[in-house]
């Protein structure tokens, strides 16, 4: 762990920290002083975050828990109350992605990556929320001032969500919603001090993307689908996916006190394939 401590006597829920955007995440916040309750499906990846956060000298514990179950969220998150005392940060990272053309997506597919990425994100922000708000003295709802923040929730969109995606219609209704959401519960919890903000990235080099271009091959054929992976990275004026470790850059700055007066923003971190 370094000596920084932007996030000293800070506490985090990170969802998907088993892998990926998650994990880097939940370790760059613990390195920065942040007691972290790493969230995930897996209790094997879990275990193996915590295990690196412990062995760099900072703070975690796990928390399996399942997105698609709005009972095992509030669960966890009074989990990580009666651990933590307080929760200052909630880092939305967990989804799921499928690519599958249009005309063959069925029920099941459309539920299952909705209840985790939509349904679940939302109901991540209410439990937590419902927490934080609690520590808002009376006196001060509605009276934001400089230097006021009693809670950040960053969550995670992606540039699909920002455009149509034939292969993903799911994938990308989601990620769409995920904005929406962001917008809107930032406007709830406005009076009450919290920032909401989102993120989205591109192409990130992580194991979901990987799964995805199986996916894509599975879906179109190789060929098809190396063409669409080239034709998507090639629109990156950086020429080059994002890494784990560049969107944790990001996601610790709007959970920093640098932040404070942004919210309700979703702020593209996709090497300028989205420049608005």
Request: net charge negative; glycine share 8%.
């Amino acid at each position: 762990m370094n000596n920084y401590s932007r996030f000293s006597n800070k506490t985090a829920i990170v969802s998907g920290a088993g892998s990926g955007i998650g994990r880097s995440c939940a370790l760059r916040l613990a390195a920065e002083g942040c007691t972290v309750a790493a969230a995930d499906v897996s209790e094997e990846a879990l275990s193996e975050t915590v295990a690196e956060i412990t062995k760099a000298g900072g703070e975690a514990f796990a928390l399996k828990v399942n997105l698609a179950s709005v009972e095992e969220i509030y669960a966890a998150v009074a989990k990580a109350v009666e651990h933590l005392k307080h929760i200052d940060i909630l880092v939305n990272t967990a989804g799921v992605v499928q690519s599958k053309w249009f005309l063959d997506v069925t029920e099941k597919d459309w539920d299952f990556v909705i209840d985790i990425n939509q349904k679940g994100a939302a109901f991540l922000m209410q439990a937590v929320a419902k927490e934080m708000v609690k520590r808002v003295p009376e006196d001060l709802v509605g009276r934001t001032k400089p230097g006021q923040c009693f809670g950040k929730i960053v969550n995670f969109s992606s540039i699909s969500g920002r455009s149509g995606r034939p292969l993903q219609i799911h994938y990308a209704s989601s990620k769409a919603a995920v904005i929406s959401l962001t917008q809107s519960v930032a406007l709830a919890l406005a009076p009450y001090s919290i920032n909401v903000n989102a993120v989205s990235p591109s192409v990130v080099d992580t194991p979901m993307w990987r799964r995805n271009v199986e996916d894509k091959i599975r879906s179109v054929g190789e060929e098809k689908a190396q063409t669409e992976v080239d034709r998507l990275i090639g629109k990156i004026p950086l020429l080059r996916p994002g890494t784990p470790d560049e969107m944790a850059d990001a996601v610790l700055f709007l959970c920093s006190e640098e932040s404070n007066y942004i919210t309700g923003q979703t702020l593209n971190v996709d090497g300028g394939f989205e420049m608005n």
